[in-house]
């Protein structure tokens, strides 16, 4: 059985501004259980950065959250190269493409003209 610290969450589908200069940035959380909670997004950083940073770039709040314990632009840097990187390693897969000595090797003449070489 998980305990609270290790559960994992689905998706984030919500954001909440403080109301008051003690409270935090809160998120909505849906849980892999199905239960969903509002959570401090300090919490959630340390579970899944990528993820919310995706979520503060998409609705404008990576300046909001930024600090100097949480780099969300960093994460939201990396998370775009993150999806570049999987997107060519599918694509590798996809079209049984191999490289040998840093050359791009199509094992077919179709696959070399399916390719998308605009990665």
């Known amino acids: 059985m998980m305990t609270a610290f290790e559960m994992r969450f689905r998706k984030i589908l919500n954001h909440c501004a403080p109301r008051t200069k003690k409270e935090k940035w809160k998120v909505l ?31 404008g709040l990576l300046d909001k959250w930024e600090s100097p314990r949480m780099k969300i632009r960093a994460a939201a840097k ?21 490289y040998i000595c840093q050359i791009l090797m199509f094992t077919s003449y179709t696959d070399m003209q399916t390719f998308s070489f605009a990665m």
């Not at 259980?33 to 509002?38: I, K, L, T, V």
């Not at 950083?45 to 919310?52: E, F």
């Not at 990396?78 to 079209?95: C, G, T, Y």
């Open 29 to 59: 959380i849906e849980w892999e259980s199905g239960e969903r909670s509002w959570e401090p997004v300090n919490s959630i950083y340390a579970g899944d950065k990528y993820m919310l940073a995706e979520v503060a770039r998409d609705h």
């Open 78 to 98: 990396n998370s775009k190269m993150l999806l570049r990187m999987i997107k060519h390693i599918r694509d590798l897969v996809m079209f049984n493409i191999k």
